[in-house]
Nanobody
Framework: QVQLVESGGGLVQAGGSLRLSCAAS????????MGWFRQAPGKEREFVAA????????YYADSVKGRFTISRDNAKNPVYLQMNSLKPENTAVYYC?????????????????????WGQGNQVTDSS
């Protein structure tokens, strides 16, 4: 069983930066692909970024490429989402998720339905 807890959200002005962290319990966490998703009010949950189990493969939504960076430190447990040059439209609840499928280990999926474990969500809000 994997439990995920996000932290690092909050208020940020347009153009600012935040780093979200996702701490996972469960000794098999390091073998899972991990993803970040977000859900804005009135919208469906959407893919933001994903990373393979060793960090060698990363994917990003087109809207965040060049501004957001996903990374992981399997020795220390967390997965990070560094968000730079934030825009008002980035306001959303951000979720960390884990995919325990072997097929996703090296090639993480971008579809929320393929992720088995989810954090509680962390609010990121534009304060401009």
């Amino acid at each position: 069983q994997v439990q995920l807890v996000e932290s690092g959200g909050g208020l940020v002005q347009a153009g600012g930066s935040l780093r979200l962290s996702c701490a996972a319990s469960g000794r098999t966490f390091s073998m899972y692909a991990m993803g970040w998703f977000r859900q804005a009010p009135g919208k469906e949950r959407e893919f933001v970024a994903a990373i393979s189990w060793r960090g060698g493969t990363t994917y990003y939504a087109d809207s965040v490429k060049g501004r957001f960076t996903i990374s992981r430190d399997n020795a220390k447990n967390p997965v990070y989402l560094q968000m730079n040059s934030l825009k008002p439209e980035n306001t959303a609840v951000y979720y960390c998720a884990a995919d325990n499928a072997y097929s996703s280990r090296y090639d993480p999926d971008k579809r929320p339905a393929y992720y088995n474990y989810w954090g509680q969500g962390n609010q990121v809000t534009d304060s401009s």
